[in-house]
């Protein structure tokens, strides 16, 4: 199946200035965005990127053995905005940067702590698509879990919509 991520223009410009900014402890930033799900002309599934939720600075843990730990806080945070936006259909979405230029995806840090993220999202928010969205400098790669779905499927393309169209296509890895 064919996912394809959209998001605004001034939302993607929000989110890297949010994540580009310095952290007293943290390599990286971490923020949630919500989404709602849309069908492709082809049968595909679409997700427009819609509100998106940066982490406080007290949020983070200092953990130096990876970029950034976001601690309960934040977690309950995202928990309750999976839930209250289940009537809605809504999904929750992962997002950080790698700070570099090209295509990107998943470290294996990230492949081995975000996605366990996920079920608890799925359990609160049923209805929603949830994932992560993983951000280059001028790139990005993403992973969607659909309702009722244990594993993640790669989107074939993020786009941002605006002024400025940007398109990131796949290479179809996971």
Request: proline content about 5%.
């Amino acid at each position: 199946m064919k996912i394809e991520i959209r998001l605004t223009g001034r939302m993607y410009q929000s989110i890297l200035e949010d994540l580009k900014r310095r952290h007293a402890f943290a390599a990286e930033r971490v923020g949630f965005a919500m989404s709602r799900n849309g069908t492709l002309a082809n049968g595909g599934s679409l997700v427009l990127l819609n509100r998106y939720h940066p982490i406080p600075d007290e949020q983070y843990l200092d953990d130096p053995t990876i970029g950034a730990r976001i601690g309960p806080e934040a977690i309950t945070w995202a928990m309750q905005a999976a839930y209250f936006g289940r009537a809605r259909h809504e999904g929750l979405w992962h997002i950080h940067l790698h700070s570099l230029c090209g295509r990107t995806g998943m470290s294996g840090v990230d492949r081995r702590e975000i996605p366990k993220l996920v079920p608890g999202f799925q359990s609160v928010g049923k209805n929603g698509t949830h994932g992560i969205l993983i951000l280059s400098l001028d790139h990005a790669s993403a992973w969607a879990w659909l309702p009722g779905k244990m594993e993640p499927i790669a989107a074939a393309v993020v786009s941002v919509i605006g002024t400025r169209i940007e398109v990131f296509e796949s290479e179809g890895r996971k």
